[in-house]
């Protein structure tokens, strides 16, 4: 270790233009896993926020809460079954909206997701700025934050497509984006005198998208036994019955992982090539009594402690470049994908560097001493 440091020290810009590679490579690699998290979370974040064991929803309709429509009194009795701890009716459409007092022709259009929930259900969204809505209150709307990136404030009011309603925000939630697009929620009586008819209305009145089911090892086999039209889902098959979910995560993971692989390689080269460069050191080092051990042991020293400065570098330049993204772009850096991926580089750092550690054992002292520099 003390052997390696010392030629890090004294070898500075050969090893910088390395770490540079390294660097740059860990900084691509977590501003993907950044913006590949952020796009999943606005696919998906109303659900992958939500601790839950599955949905019941329409048989059909491929674990799709959009395709599906299920009886809103099935909740009571699924509560009632073995594992489930509690469960939440959602109903859901999509929509547009544009602020009140606009001129039609103006008017700014924001696509949304309506989102009606029971204000006593687990599913109820938690406010981080503004109030909850009043019960005494008709048209009340519990918005997204990333809304505010549109130009919306509390006690905005709004007017739905297509609806002859407005609605006034009276407060903001976090994290709660669904098919690419901000949520609205809204109590979920309300919400039955929004949907689009498709039949009879006292039939709607009683139907929702689906009902979420919390709890630990759930057993619905007795209950969908006895319906026919309704099958269980869980929490993994309802998020990849999201529309583009799949292809969309798998394009950033295929990206990743190919820039993993082509940094292995090219890391590879480098160390190669710069061991090549000191075999005469390395033969004069077995010469008076340096055993292969001993050198191996500092070469992977040496790209160790190279490779963790240039990825911490690499996690500080990431975080930098946070603070200057605009908000409206879906990035979200988690923790523990940054120690993952960390952990990965160096690991790959390090394998790397074993393609140099062959021919360190092949230096023949003799021969080495015999080369000019």
Known sequence: ????????????????????????????????SGLGTGLSKLS???????????????????????KSSVNRSLAEEISEQDGVTDTAP????????????????????????LIGVEPDSFMHPEIVEGDDWESSEDNQMIADASLKNE????????????????????????????????????????????????????DEAETVSGIIVQGNDVDLDTF?????????????????????????????????????????????????????????QFGVLKAIGGSNGFIIRSVISQVFI??????????????????????????????SMVVIYSLVLLAISVLSSLFSVVKITRIDPLTALGRGE
Request: zero cysteines; proline letters at 2%; a negative charge.
């Open 224 to 280: 969908l036994e006895g319906e026919t039209d309704v099958e269980f889902g869980t929490k993994e098959e309802t998020i990849n019955a999201i529309p583009g979910y799949v292809a969309e995560n798998a394009t950033i993971m295929m990206m990743l992982w190919f820039l993993m692989i082509i940094s292995a390689f090219i890391l590879g080269v480098f160390f190669y090539v710069l061991t090549n460069q000191k075999t005469n």
């Open 44 to 66: 998906t974040g109303v659900l992958s926020e939500t601790e839950y064991a599955g949905m019941v929803l329409e048989e059909g309709a491929e674990f799709s809460l959009s």
């Open 1 to 32: 270790m003390k052997l390696a440091i010392k030629e890090l020290l004294y070898s500075k810009g050969r090893f910088i233009m390395i770490g540079l590679i390294i660097v740059l490579i860990s900084w691509l690699v977590f501003i993907l």
């Open 90 to 113: 959602i109903n859901l459409f999509r929509n547009s909206m544009r602020r009140e007092g606009t001129a039609d022709s103006d008017a700014k259009i924001t696509d949304i997701v």
């Open 151 to 202: 130009g919306y404030a509390l006690g905005d009011t709004i007017v739905l497509d297509d609806i002859d309603k407005e609605f006034t925000i009276t407060g903001f939630t976090e994290d709660q984006t669904l098919y690419h697009q901000s949520s609205l929620f809204l109590p979920m009586d309300d919400f039955q005198d929004l949907r689009p008819s498709q039949g009879d209305a006292e």
């Open 306 to 335: 190279l490779s963790l400065v240039s990825v911490l570098v690499g996690i500080g330049l990431t975080y930098l470049t946070v603070i200057f993204l605009p908000e409206a772009m879906p990035f979200h850096l988690e923790v």
